[in-house]
Protein backbone atom coordinates (compact mmCIF):
# COMPACT_ATOMS: atom_id res chain seq x y z
CA UNK A 1 0.00 0.00 0.00
CA UNK A 2 1.38 3.74 -0.98
CA UNK A 3 1.01 6.24 1.23
CA UNK A 4 0.07 9.56 -0.21
CA UNK A 5 1.73 12.23 0.94
CA UNK A 6 -0.48 15.62 2.85
CA UNK A 7 0.34 19.08 1.92
CA UNK A 8 0.81 20.52 5.15
CA UNK A 9 -1.18 23.65 5.00
CA UNK A 10 0.53 26.75 6.99
CA UNK A 11 -1.77 29.04 9.48
CA UNK A 12 -3.47 32.35 8.15
CA UNK A 13 -0.91 33.68 10.69
CA UNK A 14 1.97 31.68 9.28
CA UNK A 15 1.18 32.72 6.07
CA UNK A 16 0.61 36.60 6.59
CA UNK A 17 3.65 36.73 8.12
CA UNK A 18 5.63 35.30 5.18
CA UNK A 19 3.96 37.69 3.23
CA UNK A 20 4.92 40.72 5.82
CA UNK A 21 8.59 39.45 5.38
CA UNK A 22 8.53 39.87 1.42
CA UNK A 23 7.01 43.70 2.15
CA UNK A 24 9.82 44.48 4.59
CA UNK A 25 12.52 43.03 2.55
CA UNK A 26 11.13 44.95 -0.71
CA UNK A 27 11.04 48.22 1.95
CA UNK A 28 14.41 47.96 3.14
CA UNK A 29 16.21 47.56 -0.55
CA UNK A 30 14.13 50.64 -1.50
CA UNK A 31 15.43 52.49 1.97
CA UNK A 32 19.10 51.64 1.00
CA UNK A 33 18.66 52.00 -2.56
CA UNK A 34 17.75 55.95 -1.75
CA UNK A 35 19.65 56.14 1.42
CA UNK A 36 20.51 59.82 0.77
CA UNK A 37 17.10 61.27 -0.07
CA UNK A 38 14.82 59.13 1.78
CA UNK A 39 14.10 58.24 5.56
CA UNK A 40 12.32 55.28 7.07
CA UNK A 41 9.08 57.42 7.45
CA UNK A 42 9.01 57.79 3.73
CA UNK A 43 8.12 54.43 2.48
CA UNK A 44 6.49 51.35 5.24
CA UNK A 45 5.09 48.43 4.80
CA UNK A 46 1.53 48.30 5.42
CA UNK A 47 -0.26 46.09 8.05
CA UNK A 48 -1.81 42.88 6.38
CA UNK A 49 -5.39 42.91 5.81
CA UNK A 50 -5.84 46.78 4.30
CA UNK A 51 -6.23 47.44 1.92
CA UNK A 52 -4.25 49.33 -0.93
CA UNK A 53 -0.54 48.98 -2.16
CA UNK A 54 2.00 47.23 -0.15
CA UNK A 55 4.06 50.17 0.96
CA UNK A 56 2.93 53.32 1.33
CA UNK A 57 5.23 56.21 -0.02
CA UNK A 58 5.75 59.39 0.84
CA UNK A 59 5.22 62.27 -2.00
CA UNK A 60 9.18 62.13 -2.19
CA UNK A 61 9.41 58.37 -2.18
CA UNK A 62 6.76 58.29 -4.87
CA UNK A 63 8.87 60.27 -7.20
CA UNK A 64 11.50 57.92 -6.11
CA UNK A 65 10.10 54.72 -6.61
CA UNK A 66 7.12 55.56 -8.48
CA UNK A 67 5.74 51.76 -8.39
CA UNK A 68 2.15 50.24 -6.63
CA UNK A 69 3.61 47.44 -4.90
CA UNK A 70 1.68 43.79 -4.71
CA UNK A 71 3.62 41.81 -2.89
CA UNK A 72 2.78 37.58 -2.16
CA UNK A 73 5.09 35.02 -0.89
CA UNK A 74 3.25 32.12 -1.68
CA UNK A 75 4.03 28.68 -3.25
CA UNK A 76 1.06 28.89 -5.66
CA UNK A 77 -0.67 31.80 -7.24
CA UNK A 78 -2.97 33.31 -9.80
CA UNK A 79 -1.08 36.17 -11.27
CA UNK A 80 -3.46 37.17 -13.28
CA UNK A 81 -5.57 37.85 -10.04
CA UNK A 82 -2.40 39.17 -8.60
CA UNK A 83 -1.72 41.29 -11.16
CA UNK A 84 -5.21 42.72 -11.46
CA UNK A 85 -4.88 43.49 -7.56
CA UNK A 86 -1.99 45.44 -8.09
CA UNK A 87 -3.31 47.57 -10.56
CA UNK A 88 -6.47 47.88 -9.33
CA UNK A 89 -4.82 50.02 -5.96
CA UNK A 90 -2.14 51.55 -8.69
CA UNK A 91 -3.51 55.11 -7.85
CA UNK A 92 -1.03 56.25 -10.75
CA UNK A 93 1.94 54.87 -10.20
CA UNK A 94 3.35 51.51 -11.94
CA UNK A 95 2.05 48.33 -11.22
CA UNK A 96 4.38 45.91 -9.90
CA UNK A 97 4.00 42.63 -8.44
CA UNK A 98 7.31 41.29 -6.38
CA UNK A 99 6.57 37.49 -5.36
CA UNK A 100 8.46 34.19 -4.53
CA UNK A 101 7.98 31.14 -2.57
CA UNK A 102 9.90 29.12 -0.02
CA UNK A 103 13.19 28.30 -1.38
CA UNK A 104 13.15 30.42 -4.37
CA UNK A 105 14.33 33.69 -5.80
CA UNK A 106 12.28 36.69 -5.30
CA UNK A 107 10.69 38.16 -9.07
CA UNK A 108 9.18 41.46 -10.07
CA UNK A 109 6.42 41.48 -12.81
CA UNK A 110 5.43 44.69 -14.54
CA UNK A 111 3.31 45.18 -17.90
CA UNK A 112 6.28 45.54 -20.85
CA UNK A 113 5.06 48.95 -21.53
CA UNK A 114 6.06 50.42 -18.07
CA UNK A 115 9.31 47.58 -18.38
CA UNK A 116 10.25 49.08 -21.39
CA UNK A 117 9.71 52.97 -20.85
CA UNK A 118 11.99 52.26 -17.41
CA UNK A 119 14.52 50.97 -20.37
CA UNK A 120 14.23 54.12 -22.33
CA UNK A 121 14.78 56.47 -19.40
CA UNK A 122 17.83 54.07 -18.42
CA UNK A 123 19.35 54.15 -22.10
CA UNK A 124 18.58 58.40 -22.33
CA UNK A 125 20.35 58.42 -18.59
CA UNK A 126 23.38 56.65 -19.80
CA UNK A 127 23.53 58.56 -23.60
CA UNK A 128 23.64 61.79 -21.22
CA UNK A 129 26.18 60.62 -19.11
CA UNK A 130 28.51 59.25 -21.16
CA UNK A 131 28.19 62.99 -23.45
CA UNK A 132 28.99 64.21 -20.48
CA UNK A 133 32.32 62.59 -19.50
CA UNK A 134 33.83 63.08 -23.06
CA UNK A 135 32.76 66.61 -22.38
Known sequence: MEKKSKKRRISVQS????GR?????????????????????????TGMGQSGTDLQL???AK???????????QEAL???????????????LIPLLVFKRNR???YACLNVDDFFKILEELYEYRKDEKTLLKG
Open 15 to 18: GKQK
Open 21 to 45: RLQQDVRDRVLELFKEELEPDDVRS
Open 58 to 60: SPL
Open 63 to 73: RKFPFALEAKN
Open 78 to 92: SIWACLEQAEANSDN
Open 104 to 106: SKT
